[in-house]
């Protein structure tokens, strides 16, 4: 995606802090909401999506033959036209693959899964795969052994059926913060994880903003990497913020690169840093905070939210620091105890984050603000059927 353009600080002026933090964009779609239709006209103006209604975060959705010019792709009629594309959805997040279906124009396939009395997983496919392309919709999300197994189960039944190929299409990839070895006598659940999706018969992995990259070379199949950050970005072009106002905040030194490529999309953001020190799993101590954040709107990047212990110290520490508003935005909200009462206790003016985690009733909060990636999994299973380039996307 090409880097966005920020107005020139000379343009804000004192009666005009909160002009808008792009240069505005012509958008001609329209966005889908489970509650209204707003158009949008042709004329430049600024995208209205993802406002919370009574603490409830509404999802927009890209109406397909509307899309921006980064998501556009050379696609042949044929694939539609000669049902090799298959998408199943596992019971993780079927609300995400009814949305990526609904964007391809294609209905999901017909899939039985149920639980015997004892635990166990039963899947059958309701309908014939020999020689498709199926794509299986089942992030590894909480509880994460369940869908994990589920994922399993189901691409053993896409195999046995004869599916010419099966990618397993992971929103959010579970066990990939255990990527390597920090003390002795650890495992490496990350690569186990791999080797059981692959012995299981698939043949790629489509998977979003995984904790660390080197996650993809633990996989012996292809996988495609889709980042998430055009999603955040776009929402971000409605938000009023000065660009001498801004910064990007990593909340942690592992998240830098991150951070950076972040910041280079919002012309080149300054970038600060918050140092912390872990003392064990889902605790962490803020210790310091490198680079200025007075009087400015830090953005907190991270790829995901757990208990939000790291999140919430470092907006503290910004708070202290001087900032003036505090946002967070992250692909994946897990949200375990106690994150949504530190998410909402007034540390965040906004928390953003994405669909590829399904998120309950009880997880929902005035500040929160939930948008879909269905569209960019979408253009990536196009992309992915049609032997097209994945990458040409986020450039």
Not at 3 to 12: A, D, E, N, Y
Not at 159 to 183: H, M
Not at 185 to 195: M, T
Not at 292 to 307: H, R, S
Request: charged share 20%.
């Amino acid at each position: 995606m090409a880097s966005l353009v920020l107005p020139s600080p000379s343009s804000c002026s004192t009666s005009s802090a909160f002009s808008s933090l792009f240069s505005r964009r012509t958008f001609n779609r329209c966005f889908l909401y489970s509650d209204c239709r707003v158009p949008v006209s042709s004329f430049s103006i600024r995208c209205e999506i993802g406002r919370s209604l009574n603490g409830k975060p509404r999802v927009p959705i890209i109406n397909e033959g509307m899309l921006s010019s980064f998501m556009q792709a050379g696609r042949m009629d044929q694939t539609v036209l000669n049902g090799k594309l298959k998408i199943f959805s596992g019971t993780a997040n079927s609300a995400l693959s009814e949305e990526i279906a609904s964007y391809m124009g294609l209905d999901l396939g017909l899939i039985e899964i149920k639980r015997f009395a004892d635990g166990e997983i039963y899947v059958q496919l309701q309908e014939s795969v020999r020689g498709c392309d199926v794509f299986l919709v089942q992030p590894t999300s909480p509880p994460a052994n369940e869908n994990l197994m589920e994922l399993l189960v189901t691409i053993d039944a896409c195999r046995r059926a004869s599916a010419k190929n099966i990618t397993a299409v992971i929103p959010y990839f579970g066990y990939a913060r255990a990527d390597r070895k920090t003390q002795g006598r650890e495992s490496i659940a990350a690569k186990l994880v791999a080797n059981l999706i692959t012995e299981a018969g698939a043949d790629r992995v489509l998977a979003c903003d995984l904790h660390s990259g080197q996650s993809m070379g633990y996989f012996d199949i292809p996988v495609d990497h889709v980042y998430c950050q055009p999603v955040i970005l776009d929402y971000l072009a409605s938000k009023s913020i000065c660009s001498d106002d801004l910064v990007v905040v990593s909340p942690d030194v592992g998240g830098v690169a991150r951070a950076r490529a972040f910041a280079k999309k919002l012309s080149d953001a300054p970038l600060a840093i918050v140092d912390k020190r872990r003392h064990g799993h889902n605790v962490a101590e803020v210790m310091n905070l490198i680079g200025d954040v007075k009087g400015k709107v830090a953005v907190m990047l991270d790829d995901m939210i757990d208990t939000a212990g790291t999140i919430s110290k470092g907006a503290a520490l910004l708070h202290e620091e001087g900032a003036r508003e505090v946002y967070a935005c992250c692909t994946h909200g897990v949200f375990s105890p106690p994150a949504i009462e530190r998410l909402s206790s007034g540390l965040f003016q906004e928390v953003i984050v994405t669909n590829t985690i399904p998120l309950k009733e009880q997880h929902y909060f005035p500040q929160l603000t939930v948008l879909s990636v269905a569209n960019l999994l979408g253009e990536t299973i196009w992309r992915v059927h049609d032997d097209s380039s994945v990458s040409s996307i986020f450039t």
